[in-house]
């Protein structure tokens, strides 16, 4: 996805998304998903940034890999893991680098 750098704080977003489903004969309906990501920031808000003393950084960048188990009709239970590089807006503290995410949910349709 593209917008205008001058327009937007977010100028470009790329996402790859790969799907497996029913990977193993004893679970056809489980799915397995990975997810990359990268966002670029609007190189004018990053210089305005700059220009307030900021520090800053001009893209984040994520990889997700989630397991969702089918454990009953309508009912299905997920656990991923995520790593984000740069998992803040454009400015950031010295201590901000990456982050490490341990996702689990549960989703019941009815």
């Known amino acids: 996805m593209y917008a205008p750098p001058d327009l937007n704080k977010v100028s470009q ?5 790969l799907y497996a ?3 193993f004969d004893s679970r056809p ?3 397995i998903a990975i ?3 990268n966002t670029v920031w609007s190189n004018f808000a990053v ?11 001009r893209d984040s960048t994520a990889i997700l890999g989630t397991y969702t188990a089918h454990l009953a009709p ?3 239970a997920s656990v991923g893991l995520a790593y984000i590089n740069n998992p803040t807006s454009i400015t ?6 990456h982050a490490l995410n341990l996702l689990v949910s549960t989703s019941i349709f009815f």
């Open 29 to 31: 309906s489980d799915q």
């Open 47 to 57: 210089d305005a940034a700059l220009a307030k003393g900021n520090l800053v950084h």
């Open 13 to 17: 977003y790329y996402e790859l998304r």
């Open 92 to 97: 950031h503290t010295r201590q901000t680098g």
């Open 21 to 23: 489903k029913g990977l």
């Open 74 to 76: 309508g009912i299905y």
């Open 35 to 37: 997810v990359a990501t």
